[in-house]
């Protein structure tokens, strides 16, 4: 694969064949790499050191898939609870639409399983049924055909393992995937190649049906792979340059006339084990240090292993308190900015929303902050990729360190970025409701940078429980609401042919504001206004599984059965996309079945409604 020829690309599935662990795993059935109790989902067997005694001490493991897979899969494990797999299914549909396919990868009666010979086939000579576990999946950089060093790989997981192979080890670190692996033998002497392109048809199998849990909208919030790697290329080549450059060396020179750089350089390489990040960030440490002994005192105590990761972080944020104020506040709005986006930023976004006024209704350019500024006082801690402009954090781990120390640095980040947002949107530019064209809608981007973003995520930020007055009075605006909503719905496909007639209620039941809806609500605004596509604030709260809103709005009367423009009621539109709560709370509150598509309901859905 080329990035240069697919740059769009945002997740992977990484579907293959393994090696499986007799007996919780035979020979046909599916292995999808899952978190087991405090090991993650992929680890890499052969990365650590030998301790004393011979002990093996583990010190690498994978990086974890991103959210939109972990939901889809958490999805799917639901659905075939319900309704069972559908990897028969499509291994039927590749035997009549394929043929020719069907000797080499669909199950025959030559397949033998050397461990169960006796129970491989079923009664009547038919495949015994494929089984899919999820689990931990053991990757390093050789092929196992040994039983016993196999099973001592096992003990060392303490039983967890349920799959070794290769690939994920070189990969899955930096490449946002989850790992399908379809089971062909057991890793030992008896490794061959019969069961590896049946193996390889399950494992594809399983794919599909994941895909059909994932959304369109829930792949655009997520980084371009494209991006990833470079990320991970310029790390690399930055820090060796400078790690080796002259102007480093002339610095150390200053601090002491003692020649230091080959400690330094022993300290770095052994503690960071590898990470440039780290390096870097322990670098800009101890360049403020003045005197040999503080030098010699930061080196000892830096730390290793995870610690090592929050170390630098605390020193990067111990330089920022340093800062004069208003430096200080650009940075942690910055990283307030960056930490909590639902989608990276471009810098000019950032600019926008860092330059918006509570209370205004434009903005003023001459609050535009620099884009150098933005970067410079944020310790080393934020870069800019100079193709994409997208203002980043300089690492997956620096993005995890803030989400996870997010109510120590920036408590109320949310609620300031929600405010933000809808300031934006009740610009006095929007009065003027929706644009009338296409090429309208464009320019409105172009002139508002921040627009495109505020519009589609300033929900998602918006506390479920709290009714912000600027939030209210932007919900109370019908023109502001219909602009809003214009952009939040906006797509190349469809180009403006969104629904007219959205009201505040509409789009509080979009994003699932429960505080916001009861204030309308009381405010006496219509919960049964349709909008251009006959939807009801309702069926956007049954669409996207808001439970708890559904069950205010029926209980203020709100329509439950009625289907919109294109047939699909409340009910089947929660159905189709997997919303077990929301069925419930529909079908208790009288939703009727028989009311769906009039076109041919999906089987999914079918099969969902027929649980209940």
Not at 447 to 473: C, M, S, T
Not at 515 to 537: H, M, Q
Request: hydrophobic share 35%; with cysteine.
């Amino acid at each position: 694969m080329d990035d240069l020829h697919f740059p769009s690309i945002k997740f992977g599935l990484m579907v293959g064949i393994g090696g499986g662990i007799a007996p919780k795993v035979r020979l046909g059935d599916v292995v999808v790499s899952a978190p087991t109790g405090r090991y993650p989902w992929v680890v890499q067997w052969d990365y650590g050191k030998a301790e004393k005694g011979g002990e093996f001490k583990q010190t690498g493991s994978l990086n974890n898939p991103p959210a939109l897979l972990r939901t889809a899969l958490a999805k799917l494990t639901t659905a075939n609870e319900l309704s069972g797999s559908k990897i028969p299914e499509y291994l039927d549909e590749l035997r009549q639409r394929w043929p020719r396919l069907v000797s080499k990868y669909t199950w025959s009666e030559s397949l033998k399983d050397p461990l169960h010979t006796s129970a491989a086939e079923g009664d009547e000579g038919k495949p015994r049924e494929t089984r899919v576990h999820y689990g931990l999946i053991a990757s390093g950089n050789q092929v196992i055909k040994d039983a016993e060093f196999r099973d001592r790989l096992d003990q060392r997981y303490e039983g967890n393992v349920l799959c070794v192979e290769m690939e994920a080890a070189g990969l899955m670190n930096n490449f946002p995937c989850i790992v399908i692996r379809g089971i062909c033998d057991y890793a030992d002497s008896q490794k061959n190649k019969d069961w590896q392109q049946y193996a390889a048809a399950v494992a594809a199998a399983f794919a599909k049906e994941l895909l059909h849990h994932i959304q369109p909208r829930d792949v655009d919030g997520e980084r371009p792979v494209r991006g990833i790697i470079k990320e991970v290329h310029n790390d690399v080549t930055h820090i060796k340059a400078k790690l080796d450059g002259k102007d480093d060396i002339e610095i150390l020179d200053w601090l002491t006339r003692t020649d230091y750089g080959p400690q330094q350089s022993d300290y770095f390489n052994r503690l960071v084990q590898g990470m440039f990040l780290l390096a870097q960030l322990h670098f800009e440490t101890i360049k403020t240090k003045k005197t040999l002994k503080k030098l010699k005192d930061i080196l000892t105590n830096i730390p290793t292993g995870q610690k090592a990761y929050d170390f630098a972080y605390e020193e990067a944020v111990r330089r920022i308190q340093d800062l004069d104020s208003d430096s200080k506040e650009l940075a942690w709005l910055v990283l307030s900015w960056i930490t909590c986006a639902k989608r990276p930023l471009t810098t000019e976004e950032l600019q926008h929303a860092l330059a918006v006024e509570i209370g205004k209704t434009e903005l003023d350019e001459e609050n535009l902050v620099e884009i150098e500024d933005m970067v410079s006082v944020c310790a080393g801690l934020v870069t800019i990729d100079e193709e994409s402009k997208i203002i980043r954090l300089v690492h997956y781990t620096t993005q995890e360190y803030f989400e996870r120390t997010q109510n120590r640095w920036f408590p109320t980040a949310q609620t300031g970025v929600t405010t933000v947002c809808v300031t934006y949107l009740s610009f006095s530019a929007f009065e003027t409701g929706p644009s009338k064209t296409n090429q309208e809608f464009k320019k409105r981007l172009q002139l508002f940078p921040f627009y495109g973003y505020a519009a589609r995520n300033w929900g998602h930020h918006a506390p479920k429980d709290e009714a912000i007055q600027e939030v209210i009075e932007f919900l109370e605006s019908r023109a502001k609401v219909e602009a809003s909503s214009q952009a939040l719905m906006f797509t190349e496909r469809f180009g403006i042919d969104i629904p007219e007639r959205m009201t505040g209620l509409h789009l509080a039941g979009f994003f699932g504001l429960y505080e916001a809806t009861y204030t309308l609500l009381e405010l006496r605004r219509s919960p049964n206004r349709s909008d251009g596509y006959t939807r009801f604030p309702l069926w956007y709260a049954a669409q996207n599984g808001h439970d708890a809103l559904v069950g205010l709005l029926s209980a203020r009367r709100g329509i439950v059965n009625t289907s919109d423009t294109k047939g699909q009621s409340a009910l089947s539109a929660a159905a189709e996309n997997g919303h077990q709560e929301v069925v419930e709370k529909l079908l208790e509150i009288g939703a009727d079945m028989e009311l769906h598509s009039l076109q041919q309901p999906q089987a999914a859905i079918k099969k969902l409604l027929r649980s209940y």
